[in-house]
């Protein structure tokens, strides 16, 4: 698999990315997942950034390390996947310039690419809306095939990886604050999510469409 811009070929080679370019860089990149049922892909059209332990937000906050956080610790350019609500999953990114600094970018949403068919099937609720089959972290997981079983990942490399995708100019980049991170106190208001302008396959299109037409 092609990475392109070389965002995730190895941790030495990703040392002096921080984690805010990796989440703009990644729009536009594919998340392509190949298993037993088929092959999926996806276009990355949101990101949010998290740049633990200083980051009340991130769950690796004041360097928290537990057996959930793990990952961040360890290589860059490696799934961080981690589950919810006891029943569904977020895949995020490791990221950031420092080994062992936990850092990682959570991928909101995707715009369905390849193997629609097979993330119609396993996203039964949204048959009839191809916009809403993978808008959101956890409808993403389900539409592509990923669960905790490819937490730690090397996404250099199939069967889950992330290859070249399309060039996303600076101009089609919308920044906001991040989603459902009212804990983090002052952190909550840092524009730190990241979305291809114009995509309607993004979480919330209308949220931000309404506060800038």
């Known amino acids: 698999s092609n990475l392109g811009l070389g965002v995730y070929r190895r941790p030495e080679e990703t040392s002096q ?49 537990t057996q959930r956080t793990e990952v961040q610790f360890g290589p860059k350019g490696h799934a961080y996947i981690y589950q919810v609500y006891g ?9 950031g310039s420092l080994v062992g600094k936990p850092e990682a970018v959570l991928v909101r949403a995707l715009e369905p690419i390849e193997g629609v068919d097979l993330m119609i ?24 095939g990923i669960s905790k079983k490819q937490n730690g990942t090397d996404l250099s490399v199939p069967p889950l990886c992330i290859d070249t ?15 459902n991170v009212d804990y983090a106190e002052e952190w909550k208001h840092l524009p730190w999510r ?7 396959f993004v979480s919330n299109p209308c949220m931000w469409m309404k506060k800038h037409i």
């Open 17 to 65: 990315r921080d984690t805010l370019t990796v989440a703009k860089e990644l729009l536009g990149r594919f998340l392509v997942h190949e298993n037993r049922e088929g092959t999926t892909i996806g276009k990355i059209v949101e990101t949010e950034a998290y740049t633990g332990p200083e980051d009340k937000a991130s769950h690796a906050y004041k360097n928290l390390r």
């Open 87 to 95: 029943m569904y999953f977020c895949f995020d990114v490791t990221s």
């Open 121 to 144: 099937r396993r996203r039964s609720s949204a048959r009839s809306r191809i916009v809403s089959l993978a808008n959101g972290p956890s409808k993403l997981c389900i539409a592509m």
């Open 165 to 179: 995708g399309v060039m996303i100019n600076e101009k089609q980049v919308i920044r906001t604050k991040r989603v």
């Open 194 to 200: 990241f979305f291809i302008k114009d995509n309607c």
